[in-house]
C-alpha cells in the first residue's frame, strides 16, 4: 500500500482558558486519509474538530504529535517548504462569503490561486472558465463579487478556487452547514462528482452523521478531543460500538 | 395511585376578552398576500392556514420561501410587512383590527413566540429569574416577585430541567446555546400561549441537543395541549413532530396535508424533490435539485417550473388552484406525482 496522504499522529491540543486552567481540544488523536479516499470527521460543537482542521492545515501548532502530509512534516516546515505543501493541500469553510475578498471578483480569486501553476493572462482565463463550468457555474461569474452570489453559487466558487492547484486533499470544514437541504445536495453531487474525476482526497468534517453517511468511506468519531470510535461508514452506521456513537445516531431525526 | 395533574401546576385559563366562538380553530390565516413596504412583488400570495388547538403544525421551505414572513405576518410586528389581502384570525377575532393595546396584550398571553437564535430573545447579563418576572409582570401588573419565581420554577421543573434553582440564578451568558433555548421555551411557555410559534427553534443547536428540544416541545403540546406553529427547513424535526405539513415554495404554500401523506407520498414535485435532497443514514447520496430558487415569484404560473421535472408549458400560467388529494391534503400541482420516478 502506498503512504497515506494525510497522517496525523498522536496529536494533543491543550488551550489556556481563563484563570489558567487548560482545555484540552484535542487528546491523542491520529487519523489518516490514504488516496483517493475520502474520510469523515464527526463530532458536535467544541469536539475538537475544527482545532484539528487548524492544525493539518498548521494555523496553529500542536502541542505534541506529527502531521504528515505527502511526505512533509507539517508541524516543521516554514516558508517555501510551506508554501508548497499549502499547493496540495485545499480547505472549504463554512461561511463561503468570509472566504473571499469581498472587493475582488470571482475571477480574479481564482486567478490568485492560479497563478503558481498557470502562466499567462489568456491561459488562465481559460482555466478559471474551465474551472467554472466544472463547478456548475457560468462565465459571466468571474466578473461578480461574492456579495452578489448566493450562498450555494459562492461555495461553488470557492471549491472551484479550491481545486485551480489540483491539490491532492481537500479538507471541508462544514462546507454544507449554511447551505439549504436542495443546495446542500447539489454541493455533495459536486464534490463527488469531483471526486471520481480528479482522484483527490477528502476530508470531510461534519456534525451531520447522515450527510457523512452519504459520502465517506471511512469515518471518526470525535468527542471532547478523543477518537471514539473509528471505521468503515456502514459500520459505524449499521453497528456502532461506542455508547458516544449509539446515543450520535440516536439523535440524528430520520425522515 | 393517582396520576399527578400536571396540568393543575399551571391553569388554562381562557384568553383576555376573548369568547372562544370555536375552541377548535385557534389560528385561522386565510387568503393571505403580503409585502414588504415599498417592495413590488408580493413576498406571499394567497396563504392558507388554521391551526387546530392542541396540533403541531409544521412549515418547511429553504430559505427565502416566505417562512418567516409568514411569521411576522401572524404577529403582526409593525412596519415589518405590509399585508395586501386577507386576513390573520386569533380566535375569530382579525388580529389587522384590532388595537394596539388588545395586540400587546395577546402577543405572550395569546401567541407565545420562540426565536432561532437563543441567546437573542434573552437579555444575556440579566438572571433568568428576573426576566421571568418581567415577562409575566408585563401582561399582569399583579404578579409579585415571589409568584413569578414559583411559576418559573413549575414550568422548568415541568420541562424537567436538572436543577431550575440554579438555572433561575444564572444569566443566559452562563449557560449553553441548548439551555438557553430550553430557557427561552419555558418562558415563553410561562405565559400560557394558546399558540406558540417556533422560528427555526433547533437550527442553531448540535443534534443531540436538537433532539432534546423537539422532545420537549412535544411535552409541552402533551401537557398544555399548546397548538404549535413550528417553521423549520429540518425534515428530520418535522417527521419527528408534526400532525399537519404545509410546504413552502415561492411565497405559496404548494402542498399542505397530515405528515404522513405529505412526507411519503408527496403530491407536489418539490416536496417529492426535497424529501431526495435530504441525507440519511442508509449511505445514499442526497440529490440535488437542480437549478436555484427564484429571487421574485411570480405572479402567476409555478415558481418551481424551471426545476420541475415535470414541468410543461401549461406550468407557466397554471391557475395556482388548490387540488385535492386526500382527506384535508391539497397540493397546488394539478400534475400526479405519485408513482413517477
Known sequence: ?255 | MKRPDRRGTLPRRPVKGVMRVEAEKLLEVSALSVRYPGADTLTLRDVELTLHAGQITCVIGESGCGKSTLFHSILQLPGRVEITEGNVRFCGDDLQTMSKQRLRELRGSGIGVVFQEPGASLDPIRMIRRQFFEALHAHDAAVTRAQAEEKAEAILKTLEFPDPRRILNSCPAQLSGGMNQRVAIALAMAQEPDVLLCDEPTSALDVTVQAQIVGELLRLRDTFGTCILLITHNMGVVARMADRVAVMYGGRIVEYGPRDDVLYAPAHPYTKALMEAIPTLDGKPPKGIPGKRPDIFPEEGCAFAPRCQLASAACETCGMVRRKTGDDHWTLCPKEVKGVE
Not at chain 1, 503512504?3 to 481563563?18: G, I
Not at chain 1, 484540552?24 to 486519509?33: G, H, M, N, P, R
Not at chain 1, 469553510?93 to 497563478?115: K, M, N, V
Not at chain 1, 468527542?223 to 456502532?240: H, M
Open chain 1, 1 to 255: 500500500m502506498s503512504e497515506p496522504v494525510l497522517e496525523v499522529r498522536n496529536v494533543t491540543k491543550t488551550f489556556r482558558e481563563r484563570g489558567g486552567k487548560r482545555f484540552t481540544a484535542l487528546d491523542d488523536v491520529s487519523i489518516t486519509v490514504g488516496e483517493r479516499e475520502c474520510v469523515g470527521v464527526v463530532g458536535e460543537s467544541g469536539c475538537g474538530k475544527s482545532t484539528l482542521a487548524r492544525i493539518i492545515t498548521r494555523l496553529i501548532l500542536p502541542d505534541s504529535g506529527s502531521v504528515r502530509f505527502c511526505g512533509t512534516e507539517m508541524t516543521e516546515v516554514r516558508g517555501a517548504q510551506l508554501r508548497r505543501a499549502y499547493r496540495d493541500m485545499k480547505m472549504i469553510f463554512q461561511e463561503p462569503r468570509s472566504s473571499f475578498d469581498p472587493r475582488l471578483t470571482i475571477g480574479s480569486s481564482i486567478r490568485d490561486a492560479l497563478r503558481p501553476v498557470v502562466r499567462g493572462k489568456k491561459e488562465q482565463d481559460e482555466e478559471i472558465e474551465r474551472l467554472l463550468h466544472v463547478v456548475g457555474l457560468e462565465k459571466r461569474f468571474a466578473e461578480a463579487y461574492p456579495r452578489q452570489m448566493s450562498g450555494g453559487e459562492c461555495q461553488r466558487a470557492a471549491i472551484a478556487r479550491a481545486i485551480a492547484q489540483r491539490p491532492k486533499l481537500l479538507i471541508c470544514d462544514e462546507a454544507t452547514s449554511a447551505l439549504d437541504v436542495s443546495v446542500q445536495a447539489q454541493v455533495v453531487e459536486l464534490l463527488n462528482g469531483i471526486r471520481r474525476e480528479t482522484g483527490i482526497s477528502y476530508l470531510f468534517i461534519s456534525h451531520d452523521l447522515a450527510l457523512v453517511s452519504g459520502f465517506c468511506d471511512r469515518t471518526y468519531v470525535l468527542c471532547g478531543g478523543r477518537v471514539e470510535e473509528q471505521g468503515p461508514t456502514s459500520r459505524i452506521i449499521r453497528e456502532p460500538r461506542e455508547e458516544y456513537t449509539k446515543r450520535l445516531l440516536a439523535s440524528v431525526l430520520t425522515i
